[in-house]
């Protein structure tokens, strides 16, 4: 008779663990908690049965800056989920790839909505010119920038 209880009892509480765990796949963006920093990286409570790692890379393109000045233990965050399993069990995630994605769905919805975009001229490419909004690389055909033809397009690089 206690044996049957004990089984009950850790069934339950198996069901009970699973359930309150997230079910993620690569591309989800989710929410996270900054556990700990280190130089090299950051480990982010995704509600998951592992943590996921993010590393300096998937947090900056700047490669010169001190992680700990950016995050700290208990900042809550939004992270791509880049891999399931590092090969040691961990979840790699970014914060850049979501950033990324976070902008694309804004781009889109400016879109749908007709409300237009502040974008900055980086270069000049053949057909038009490039900018960059809020790290998402747009291309505008020449044809855009003016209601007139425009044969230089070098005046409208920092505009």
């Known amino acids: 008779m206690t044996e049957n209880n004990e089984t009950t009892s850790m069934n339950e509480l198996l069901e009970e663990m ?6 993620i796949n690569t591309g989800d963006i ?3 908690k900054v556990v700990t920093v280190n130089e090299n990286e950051a480990v982010i409570n995704i509600g998951y049965m592992s ?4 590393s300096k890379k998937d947090l900056s393109d ?3 800056f001190d992680l700990s000045s950016i995050l700290k233990p208990e900042d809550e965050i ?6 399931m ?3 040691e069990g961990n979840v ?3 914060k850049k790839e979501a950033d990324k994605i976070k902008s694309i769905n804004d781009i889109e919805m400016a879109y749908n909505n007709s409300t237009p975009v502040a974008l900055t001229i980086k270069e000049i490419v053949k057909g038009g010119v490039i900018g960059y909004l809020n790290g998402v690389r747009i291309f505008v055909p020449a044809s855009l920038l003016s209601l007139r033809y425009v044969e ?3 005046a409208f690089v920092d505009q």
């Open 78 to 83: 939004l992270v791509s989920i880049v891999s």
């Open 92 to 94: 790699l995630v970014s």
């Open 85 to 87: 399993n590092d090969g």
């Open 30 to 32: 989710i929410k996270g």
């Open 18 to 23: 699973g359930s309150s765990i997230k079910k």
């Open 62 to 64: 700047d490669v010169d």
């Open 152 to 154: 230089d397009l070098k």
């Open 51 to 54: 943590d996921g790692l993010l």
